[in-house]
């Protein structure tokens, strides 16, 4: 079971879909990953051209086909609220939502290599030294926490999701996704060497740029869990495990008012998949009839 991004997903998926408000934010992913991009690598007119279209195909991908599988995982989850939410129904879910990250990944991957054709060499050097300062930038932030703020900080990652979902957590429960976070197996510096690992891999390619180079990018990127070292997906699948049980628990241990809320989350979420899919069906009508 993959459950390393169920955290991550979860927290994605509400931030782009989880009230009227953010299908604004939703409707400016273009901006929000244009500036995030431009971080990484400074574009020139043509080139800067060439990456927003291939962006706009990424987007509309995501919304045709993306958000009605969302919301076909967002129905099934709020139907198994009426007689428990099972351990077995959250690793369904779960591995929904890592599907979800796959998928979204493969497309992604196709958009980036298709800008890298373009770039030149100082462009891939300033996108490779932009990755080592992230690396270095995580290790000087997340690396030097001892176990007590490292503990601390999950347990606040699970805490705020559980507030986004169902209302802020009671003190049983809060207490409960502090001991149990405390089960966790550090992850953070297992992180940061699979990544300095992939890191140097990557470079490697896009440094020789050998014949059939995006090929190796993409299998790069689809062999990067095989590629883990034991120690980090025995880690990975231990802590998925805590993290769905947890959050299981907390949830069938809800109070009427978090049910209440919990359940008007996850309508809120259908209504908004809704809405946005209507825009983006009536918007392509458009194109189509003009």
Not at 13 to 25: D, E
Not at 63 to 84: H, N, Q
Not at 119 to 144: G, H, K, M, P, W
């Amino acid at each position: 079971m993959k459950t390393e991004r169920l955290l991550l997903m979860l927290l994605l998926m509400m931030s782009l879909v989880g009230c009227s408000a953010n299908r604004l934010l939703y409707n400016r992913a273009d901006t929000f990953i244009r500036w995030a991009a431009d971080d990484y690598v400074t574009l020139n007119r043509e080139q800067q051209a060439a990456f927003d279209q291939r962006l706009d195909h990424f987007l509309a991908w995501h919304r045709s086909e993306e958000l009605p599988r969302y919301r076909e995982f967002i129905v099934r989850s709020l139907a198994t609220l009426d007689d428990g939410v099972t351990l077995e129904e959250a690793v369904v879910i779960s591995e929904e939502i890592d599907l979800a990250a796959d998928r979204f990944q493969v497309q992604f991957i196709e958009l980036l290599l298709a800008t890298a054709e373009d770039l030149s060499e100082d462009q891939i050097q300033e996108f490779l030294a932009e990755l080592e300062r992230n690396q270095t930038e995580y290790a000087e932030e997340r690396l030097v926490r001892d176990e007590q703020d490292y503990y601390a900080d999950s347990a606040k990652t699970m805490i705020d999701l559980v507030k986004r979902l169902m209302g802020r957590p009671n003190q049983d429960q809060s207490e409960d996704i502090k001991a149990r976070s405390k089960e966790l197996i550090r992850l953070d510096g297992l992180w940061h060497a699979d990544r300095a690992r992939w890191g140097s891999a990557l470079r490697v390619i896009l440094e020789t740029k050998p014949l059939g180079w995006q090929v190796q990018v993409r299998e790069l990127g689809q062999t990067r869990s095989e590629a883990r070292t034991p120690e980090y997906v025995a880690a990975i699948e231990h802590n998925g495990a805590v993290i769905l049980s947890t959050l299981v628990e907390i949830i069938n241990s809800r109070t009427q008012r978090q049910d209440r809320q919990m359940r008007r989350f996850l309508e809120g979420l259908i209504d908004d998949i809704d809405a946005l899919t209507a825009a983006s069906i009536a918007e392509r009508l458009v194109i189509e009839q003009g």
